[in-house]
């Protein structure tokens, strides 16, 4: 048995520390909103957050979550109203949409450390996350674009 404190909540679950932590927040605590992509680490569908950092939860071990705060694509906001996920919508960022949370994951770790990027700091934040369709042009505007929604609620 393991505890482990996802989106704000502790959660007791039965399972192998060193299972991947990807299948625990699947499987395990039912949050379906991280996909499987390589299994590898290699193109961020999978991305979380660990105490605020995105990681690769396809290739991070439970074991190395336990003690920290995870958060998935289902705990960035309680109504979906994140300036990234709302620029998302207005830019029409997805197209299949799989690697959609994973790209969010990641562009809402950017902008916590890094509120107003430059072109080429979102290109090295969001290099680990791949996306089959070619989205990555409205990418980039949405998280300039949610760069500026932060600044007006703030």
């Known amino acids: 048995m393991v505890e482990l404190k996802i989106n704000g ?39 979380v957050h660990i105490d605020g950092q995105p990681i690769r939860s396809c290739v991070t071990p439970v074991s190395a979550a336990l003690g920290k705060t995870i958060t ?13 996920q709302q620029a998302w919508i207005e ?27 430059s072109d080429e700091d979102i290109d090295t934040a969001m290099a680990g996350n791949l996306c089959r369709c070619g989205t990555y042009p409205r990418i980039r505007k949405a998280i300039h674009h949610a760069a500026k929604l932060a600044k007006e609620v703030k």
């Open 9 to 47: 909540q502790t959660q007791k679950l039965d399972l192998d520390p060193e299972m991947p932590l990807l299948w625990a927040l699947r499987d395990f605590a039912k949050l379906t909103g991280s996909k499987y992509g390589c299994g590898k680490g290699l193109c961020g569908a999978c991305t």
């Open 72 to 84: 998935t694509i289902e705990g960035l906001s309680e109504n979906g109203d994140h300036p990234v």
């Open 91 to 117: 830019h029409n960022v997805p197209q299949c949409g799989y690697c959609q949370s994973g790209q969010i994951m990641s562009a809402s770790a950017l902008l916590a450390n890094n509120p107003a990027p």
